[in-house]
């Protein structure tokens, strides 16, 4: 049974920091990327980073760049999102997915699959960012 389970939403003021964790199960982690996406109320589902559990790629959105960080232990088949200098606007339930093949090039650079191409989903997890 394929199993993504996040963690590690939570409340926290403008500025503070959070760590996302997506638990992956029930496939091989090493053929996939896992991703974060987020969806605030009343927006579309957006890709926020995924790295390449193949080959190590990332991918970040441009507002996220030099504060997210995202990271995966392939030994544990976890993978993780560091989120620093956190906004109101980053407020959203955040998902994890897995999508193969991972990453794609777009031509000029790697970029994750949209969402309607993952392939798995995990529960989401509520992160608030007050001001």
């Known amino acids: 049974e394929v199993q993504l389970q996040a963690s590690g939403g939570g409340l926290v003021q403008a500025g503070g920091s959070l760590r996302l964790s997506c638990a992956a199960s029930g496939f091989t982690f090493d053929d996939y990327a896992i991703g974060w996406f987020r969806q605030a109320p009343g927006k579309e589902r957006e890709g926020v980073s995924c790295?390449?559990?193949?080959?190590?790629?990332?991918y970040y959105l441009d507002s996220m760049k030099g504060r997210f960080t995202i990271s995966s232990d392939n030994a544990k088949d976890t993978v993780t999102l560091q989120m620093n200098s956190l906004k109101p606007e980053d407020t959203a339930v955040y998902y994890c997915?897995?999508?193969?093949?991972?990453?794609?090039?777009?031509?000029?650079?790697?970029?994750?699959?949209?969402?309607?191409?993952?392939?798995?989903w995990g529960q989401g997890t509520q992160v608030t960012v007050s001001s």
């Open positions: 997915a897995a999508s193969t093949p991972p990453l794609y090039y777009s031509g000029s650079d790697y970029v994750c699959l949209p969402p309607r191409l993952q392939n798995y």
């Open positions: 790295i390449s559990n193949r080959d190590g790629r990332t």
